[in-house]
């Protein structure tokens, strides 16, 4: 039986972290608290790696490289506790990246502390966390938008290149799963992106996403 739930926070605005490690426990009753936290994305691995957390608070807005890059970083330091990120933009867009690079969740940073047990829990429990408004609006946005042609010419190792792709592996997670170098993956990855028309992975994920492809 759990008897509380460990979280960490990878967030750069303090204000924002002290008032969760103060809140939290008190309208939890006890039952949530913070463990550790970091305002560096560059010790995100370590403090978590450390701490041994149920659940992961990443802020996205976080100075370079990034709380996208923390999402990686924590995924494979901690491979066993569920990652929410956490914005103050709500487009739907920001929440959807987070996702696909690991994230198991999105909430927006002006939920209230008291609010926040009940997503810490679906969480733990393997749920997506999504907050209403934005899952609305990718409902509705699924709906309207017809999926566009499958890039013509490509193999099937190429398709299952770029399906990788954008569900958001890594180089080293794409050379795990095919059994090659990282050598190899650049290269094949490189060919793909000259084959799509396209300068960036990001971009060769939203053509993915676009014709339906994940």
Known sequence: MRTGIRVAVIDDHDLFVRGLELLLPEVSDGRATVVTSSGDEAYAASVVRHSV???VLVDLHMPPPGGLHAIESVRRA???????AMSGDDDPAVAVTALRRGANGFLPKSSD???LLQPLLAAING????????????L???????PAPVPAGLSADELGLLRSIAAGASTIEIAAQRHVSERTVKRLTAALLRKLHVSSRAEAAALAGR???L
Do not use: C, N
Not at 128 to 135: A, G, N, Q, R, T
Not at 140 to 146: L, N
């Open 113 to 115: 502390a008291a609010d």
């Open 211 to 213: 014709a339906g492809l």
């Open 53 to 55: 957390p149920d659940v």
């Open 127 to 138: 749920w997506v966390v999504l907050p209403d408004s934005l899952l609305t609006a990718l």
């Open 140 to 146: 509705d946005s699924g709906r309207h938008r017809a």
């Open 78 to 84: 901690a491979p066993r506790a569920r990652i929410l």
